[in-house]
């Protein structure tokens, strides 16, 4: 298990993520423990900010929604999860 926390801004309180929870697979997509229904977490970072695209019940589905996202926001230079 690996604890890692979240910077805190002023005022913030520090937030520990037990990383246990969750297990990156492929690009812009993560597996998260705790959901049954959705499990696959699609998400992309741009200017330092972190954009949640949803959760999904495939990992292919996940990595789709990352590939669409990704050539909108980075155009030629995203890089995509190879997917069917």
């Keep these: 298990m690996r604890l890692s926390i ?3 801004k002023h005022g913030e309180h520090e937030t520990i993520i037990d990383d246990e929870d969750y297990e990156k697979i492929s690009e812009g ?3 998260n423990g ?3 229904k959705n499990p696959w977490q699609a ?4 200017n ?3 954009i949640h695209l ?3 019940p495939t990992e292919i589905e996940a990595a ?3 590939n669409e996202k990704a050539v909108e926001i980075f155009g030629k230079f995203a890089k995509l999860n ?3």
């Design 54 to 56: 949803g959760c999904f």
């Design 29 to 31: 997509v993560r597996r």
């Design 82 to 84: 190879e997917v069917e």
């Design 34 to 36: 705790k959901s049954k």
């Design 6 to 8: 979240k910077s805190k």
């Design 48 to 50: 330092k900010n972190f």
């Design 64 to 66: 789709r929604t990352y």
């Design 43 to 46: 998400f992309i970072n741009h």
